[in-house]
């Protein structure tokens, strides 16, 4: 296992409620500095450190997903 995770990407492909797609497309309009890939990872980072994932991936995700701008 690589020890840094930016390394290592997968496509993932998925259906979500419009609404959801809407907000994200807003979102990432209001903050050019984001986009889809960068939202989907924080969103399913936090998600993740939220609901008890110790690995420290997931948490530097999180945090970044918090901290950087």
Known sequence: M????????????????????????????????????RLITSALAGFLFQHGCKDACVQQHYLNGLFLR
Do not use: K, N
Request: proline share 8%.
């Open 2 to 37: 690589p020890s840094e995770s930016s390394d290592m990407a997968i496509s993932l492909e998925a259906e979500v409620p419009e609404v959801l797609f809407d907000g994200m497309r807003q979102f990432i309009e209001q903050h050019p500095q984001w986009d889809q890939y």
